[in-house]
């Protein structure tokens, strides 16, 4: 059974378009985060939920917004894509913020 | 300022040798420290981690990290590497100095070559 997965895998998309990127934890997590991996493997933060609130907030876009139906999901929506944006996108979840995290199998955006 | 610093971009190494990997953080006054290894186009894993207790600390493919609060290090190590140990390492943390928010280091790259 997967912890925590991802979809899609990979994502080829026009400038300017919208997506969304799903991700679902079956761990019975209460914290789920969005991070963005660029080509040099640097890891920055996005977003993360506890309880379907938002807790973490970095500076990113505002193009960019986190939608959590339920604990369980924690889905990232793109709007006005750039060509900045092409990276892989790891969704994690832990049980607590200063607990391990554990990772999804990445989707990777590309922006042509 | 950057809570967590990889000294290291890349480290080449043969196998059967052994290796560490650096990891330095901003002080604090309590800390979590962890080591998480990304495997080619996988997610990241979790090695090891620190909390409390033993400074010494053991974790999954016989790698271990020792927590130094006096030089605010957390160095991986692992005394003989194998081909399969190649992928990109990153150090993690967590304190009361990054607003209980995790950041990790800029990760480095073990290649171990036969």
């Known amino acids: 059974d997967t912890a925590v997965s991802q979809t899609p895998k990979y994502l080829v998309t026009q400038m300017g378009n919208d997506k969304s990127i799903k991700c679902e934890q079956n761990?019975?997590?209460?914290?789920m985060y969005w991070y963005k991996q660029d080509s040099k493997k640097f890891l920055k933060i996005m977003f993360s939920?506890?309880?379907?609130?938002?807790?973490i907030n970095e500076t990113v876009p505002n193009r960019f917004s986190p939608k959590s139906p339920d604990k369980a999901h924690l889905n990232l929506h793109i709007n006005s894509l750039e060509l900045g944006d092409s990276a892989v996108y790891f969704c994690?979840?832990?049980?607590?913020?200063?607990?391990?995290?554990?990772f999804g199998p990445g989707t990777r955006l590309t922006v042509l | 300022a950057q809570s967590v610093t990889q000294l290291d971009s890349q480290v080449p190494v043969f196998e059967e040798a052994p290796v560490e990997l650096r990891c330095n953080y901003s002080?604090?006054?309590?800390?979590?420290l962890f080591w998480y290894v990304q495997y080619p186009n996988q997610g990241l894993q979790l090695l090891l981690k620190?909390?409390?207790?033993?400074?010494l600390v053991k974790g999954i493919n016989g790698f271990e990290a020792e927590f130094n609060k006096s030089q605010t290090s957390f160095h991986l190590r692992k005394p003989s590497v194998h081909i399969s140990d190649t992928a990109e390492y990153f150090c993690?943390?967590?304190?009361?100095?990054?607003?209980?928010?995790?950041?990790f280091g800029t990760g480095t790259s073990l290649t171990v070559i036969p």
């Open positions: 620190y909390l409390s207790g033993s400074t």
């Open positions: 939920y506890n309880n379907k609130e938002l807790i």
């Open positions: 002080s604090s006054v309590s800390v979590y």
């Open positions: 761990l019975g997590h209460d914290t």
């Open positions: 993690a943390v967590i304190g009361s100095n990054t607003g209980n928010q995790f950041y």
């Open positions: 994690a979840s832990s049980q607590d913020i200063r607990d391990e995290q554990f």
